[in-house]
């Protein structure tokens, strides 16, 4: 298949690009047609059959697995961010004085959790401060001592772009026996990823971004030595060994990462996802991530062209497809305008700062309509 008929054929998946031009998937996803399938799947065996469990969870962590390069044994399927990193901040044995990093640009899902130890836990919250939303792995270092943790950090940033060098802070990690907890969400599916190697301890991410998947389930992944650690915050009957034996009130918990679920799983949810990460995996995440990359270089080119501050790290290595500068005109006049013209781009900083995240289903005449609309707005 030539590089031009793997494009139109991921392209052919998203029928809503017929209606829009849309360069927000670092928002939420796009429905794509193997999701809506999915979903028409769900409904129709609900009527007439029941569900099979097993087969159904059991593909969609194997499709987890594979576009995270990790053990699928090592995954369970969360509701959101928030919730994973949850799950672990309720399972850890946290002592009083124990120490965390994280950077004041981080998301509130990665942000919220960790600041609510102060107060519970007693825990020591360092806070990294950035530098116009970005931070260095320096900035990391230098605020750990003999009492931290946990860093936590986003592998890619929602509002900068910047794309934290994790290989390298896993390694640190490891040598001072600090957990590496990584929010995810904006750059599974954008970006390829193996988290062995990168050594991260757990891995939090929503599916309904990058990954093209609906809000409300997520994956968690995590590392042997995080999930000797975490304990579940209390044990429910998905998270046993045999779920479906309903008479047996002493199980013990699931012997994998099946441990840290509690009731009826999001079936609907998984099953969409599942599609989802089919569909990308079969496209390659190696293919998707040089289409996204050549994107916003694409995009970056433009703002500077046209003299606007970006954010966004020029060198590849160091983004991936979120895109964030400041034009010369009203931000908020050219959302609106562009929203006018059905071109779904963010609004991010505070009101200051325009956000494009072209995916690669997307087209540098998409990212040129949206700076012709803001031409013209400002």
Not at 18 to 46: H, I, K, T, Y
Request: net charge neutral; hydrophobic share 40%.
């Amino acid at each position: 298949m030539s590089t031009r008929q793997w494009y139109e054929s991921f392209r052919a998946m998203f029928t809503g690009l017929n209606r829009c031009v849309f360069l927000n998937s670092a928002g939420v996803a796009m429905v794509s047609e193997p999701v809506r399938q999915a979903v028409n799947q769900w409904a129709d065996e609900g009527q007439c059959v029941d569900y099979d469990y097993n087969s159904i969870i059991g593909q969609a962590k194997a499709n987890a697995a594979a576009i995270i390069s990790g053990k699928s044994e090592r995954i369970f399927f969360s509701r959101n961010t928030t919730h994973g990193i949850q799950t672990f901040i309720l399972g850890y044995p946290w002592q009083k004085g124990d120490g965390v990093v994280i950077a004041d640009s981080e998301f509130p899902a990665n942000r919220l959790p960790w600041l609510s130890l102060r107060a519970k836990k007693g825990v020591d919250i360092k806070i990294v401060k950035s530098d116009k939303y970005k931070v260095t792995l320096d900035d990391y270092y230098h605020n750990c001592d003999k009492n931290t943790k946990v860093i936590a950090i986003s592998w890619v940033s929602y509002l900068s772009g910047q794309k934290a060098a994790i290989a390298e802070l896993g390694r640190f990690c490891r040598e001072k026996n600090i957990l590496l907890v990584v929010d995810g969400i904006q750059g599974i599916g954008a970006a390829a990823m193996d988290v062995e190697q990168m050594g991260i301890d757990w891995l939090s991410a929503d599916g309904h971004k990058w990954m093209c998947a609906p809000e409300g389930v997520g994956l968690v992944w995590m590392s042997e030595r995080a999930f000797n650690v975490i304990e579940p915050a209390c044990k429910g009957w998905f998270g046993v060994v045999k779920p479906f034996d309903f008479e047996d009130f002493e199980q013990d918990y699931a012997p994998n990462a099946d441990r840290y679920l509690d009731g009826s799983p999001m079936l609907l949810g998984i099953m969409a996802f599942n599609a989802a990460l089919k569909m990308l995996n079969g496209f390659g995440i190696d293919k998707i991530e040089a289409r996204v990359l050549e994107l916003s270089s694409y995009t970056i080119n433009e703002a500077n062209r046209r003299g606007w501050q970006c954010l966004t790290p020029a060198n590849p290595k160091d983004r991936a497809g979120i895109v964030t500068f400041k034009p010369t005109g009203s931000p908020a006049n050219m959302i609106k305008t562009l929203c006018d013209n059905k071109i779904i781009c963010s609004l991010r900083g505070g009101g200051q700062y325009i956000r494009i995240s072209a995916h690669a289903f997307n087209n540098q005449e998409d990212i040129d309509r949206a700076f012709y609309v803001m031409d013209r707005s400002s």
